[in-house]
């Protein structure tokens, strides 16, 4: 074989970097940063807080479903679901149906009460439903969530730049790092919607390209199907329904639904972009054109996680030796394809910073919402005028990011980045959907069984994590793969062990050991997927026990803004002496009332602005 295609496991050696690489890395972030520093520029006269946090709230749909696509569909996702795909089954892809639920419920459910309330900060809603205490224990733990939910999405693909090109690994970091901080900072909400638009357009430029020339390598993409389908990875069928199966039809379908609906129903960084639109109507359509775009980068990350193997089938580069964990297993993929390419790597790993830059980007800002406005103004200064809080926000923003900067070391002991994600968001994000849950559907529920359910809540869903961390419980069985391609002189470098035993680890895939019926085994052992819906679950249940056994609200005096009719929504066919008693009590037509009014006010406005020789002298239409 020709060296210009000799691979990585041929030869024992991965490609690096080029010049031309290195310059396109560079122009990401110079553009990334331009960005920041052109709206930092054009809107220098309008300091005020609506237009740093909410954009002044006249963003079109487009930008704005392309930032909720960006802002957590990130590096985590392009890293970990190949690898999810090579090292398991295609059982993910059942995850796709689960987007379209959480996108239904969170557009249609959850986004009209923060819209029609006006709110910047989600959890202003809480202090209105349940109090302040309320409000500000959630906050505080979403800023913890965030914080280190940052710290993973910022080490992943510093990781991915350290496995591809041997450059520094905390060099990466504080260079994105410090990027993505300068023009989050200086740009406001306005530079992050559109540095994201211009993210994920790298990101889809880099996975075409990857799985293009990847299905050229192995001979086109049916080959490589046809490669998993004979190794046993194509399975669409495994309805078994235990909680503690990693991941089945339920667990993907519903547990991932409810854990996505836990960021884009509950989850102040999505929520804020929703809220930067001129309507509701515009903010639900942003939602629903997000859908298409969370399945096109999952099942292009799925495919190439199927082409990947297709290219190891007979030598697999983690057991080899030729990579330490499985996140670096696409960028090794990269390098093997296209590193004979000028320039293309660096696609790819301007890709992987997009994911990185957008999220982080979203984070800071939505940081800066929350601590001003649960913080600053509710605890410290109630009447800052819009200079100070502006500036305020900004140095939010800037200090959130260097704290997440140093927290990334915390990040880089957590192993796999997509389930540490995902496990992390069950783990805190879940009982914050499940608070705001309680509020929006039940009207019974009050401040103590609210403050009772969430905090014991995140304390019910933090021992199980800590508990798996330390029982260790028996781990889903990897597919198998082989060694029998590999270059075996290169063992002496590169690998230790015995070939036969290699052999037969790496082509036998160990059954997991689920005989025990231990209480304590079965939820140590409980599927990151349900980690949401398990703590939305024990939120919602406590919150009504605590509720009604120490006095529930009447449905009759709540204000109809704080809560969703649920079957006017869900099921608006059925007739109305059915739909009333499924209102509770709550009266909605006061609801109507201010919407209709609400209606004619944009009305005025329209005639007033676009007509103004139909107008009198007072402004009002004649």
Not at 37 to 64: C, E, H, W
Not at 114 to 140: A, D, H, K, W
Not at 555 to 584: Q, V
Request: net charge neutral; hydrophobic share 45%; proline share 5%.
């Amino acid at each position: 074989m020709d060296d210009e295609r000799r691979y990585s496991f041929e030869t024992g050696e991965r490609n690096t970097f080029g010049v031309v690489d290195y310059v396109l890395f560079a122009l990401l972030l110079c553009v990334s940063a331009s960005i920041g520093l052109f709206y930092a520029i054009k809107d220098r006269k309008n300091q005020n807080t609506k237009d740093f946090l909410l954009a002044g709230g006249n963003m079109s749909a487009t930008p704005v479903a392309l930032s909720l696509l960006a802002s957590f569909m990130s590096a985590i996702t392009l890293l970990g679901t190949p690898a999810e795909m090579y090292n398991y089954t295609t059982s993910y892809f059942w995850i796709g149906l689960g987007y379209f639920f959480t996108i239904g419920l969170a557009a249609h459910i959850y986004i009209p009460v923060f819209y029609n309330l006006g709110v910047t900060s989600v959890y202003q809603y809480l202090e209105m439903r349940f109090g302040r205490p309320t409000r500000s224990l959630i906050s505080v733990v979403y800023v913890i969530q965030m914080v280190l939910y940052m710290s993973i999405v910022l080490y992943a693909p510093s990781l991915a730049m350290n496995a591809v090109t041997g450059f520094t690994l905390w060099g990466s970091v504080w260079a994105v790092g410090l990027v993505c901080i300068f023009y989050t900072t200086i740009g406001g909400m306005k530079a992050v919607l559109w540095t994201d638009t211009f993210q994920v357009g790298v990101m889809l430029a880099g996975l075409c390209t990857i799985l293009i020339q990847g299905s050229i390598e192995v001979g086109g993409f049916s080959k490589a199907w046809q490669y998993s389908v004979d190794s046993g990875r194509i399975l669409f069928d495994d309805f078994n329904p235990d909680p503690i199966v990693r991941h089945s039809v339920w667990s993907c379908v519903f547990g991932g639904a409810i854990t996505w609906l836990a960021v884009y129903g509950a989850n102040q960084a999505q929520i804020q972009r929703a809220i930067t639109c001129p309507t509701l109507r515009k903010a639900q359509m942003a939602y629903w054109f997000n859908f298409p775009g969370l399945c096109v980068i999952l099942y292009l990350c799925c495919f190439i996680g199927t082409v990947a193997y297709a290219f190891y089938r007979t030598c697999d580069p983690k057991t080899f030796g030729l990579i330490t964990a499985s996140d670096q297993l696409l960028p090794l993929f990269v390098m093997d394809v296209l590193g004979k390419m000028p320039g293309v790597p660096g696609i790819f790993v301007s890709c992987i910073f997009s994911g990185a830059l957008s999220t982080l980007s979203s984070g800071l800002n939505s940081i800066a919402a929350v601590l001003l406005e649960d913080v600053v103004k509710v605890f410290c200064v109630s009447d800052l005028n819009e200079q100070r809080a502006t500036n305020a926000s900004k140095l939010i923003a800037l200090v959130s990011g260097f704290i997440c900067l140093g927290l990334t070391y915390v990040a880089s002991m957590l192993g796999g980045v997509l389930q540490a994600a995902l496990a992390l968001f069950g783990m805190l994000g879940g009982p914050i959907l499940g608070v705001f849950t309680l509020g929006i559907i039940f009207p019974w529920a009050n401040q103590k069984g609210a403050l009772t359910a969430v905090s014991s809540g995140v304390i019910f869903m933090l021992w199980i994590g800590v508990g798996y961390q330390v029982h260790k419980p028996p781990v889903a069985p990897f597919s198998p793969t082989s060694l029998v391609g590999c270059n075996w002189n290169l063992t002496d470098t590169n690998f230790t062990q015995p070939l036969a035993s290699v052999l037969t680890n790496a082509t036998v895939a160990p059954a997991p050991e689920y005989s025990t019926w231990d209480p304590f085994v079965r939820l140590y052992s409980l599927s990151y997927l349900w980690y949401s819906a398990t703590a939305m679950l024990y939120t919602v249940c406590v919150g009504l026990i605590v509720s009604f056994a120490t006095g529930r609200t009447d449905p009759k005096s709540l204000d109809p803004k704080l809560m969703c009719p649920l079957f006017d929504t869900l099921m608006p066919f059925l007739p109305e002496k059915i739909l009333k008693p499924l209102r509770f009590g709550v009266d909605y037509s006061k609801m109507r009332e201010q919407d209709e009014a609400a209606t004619r006010d944009e009305m005025e406005i329209f005639v007033d602005k676009n007509n103004p020789d139909l107008t009198d002298v007072n402004g009002r239409p004649s």
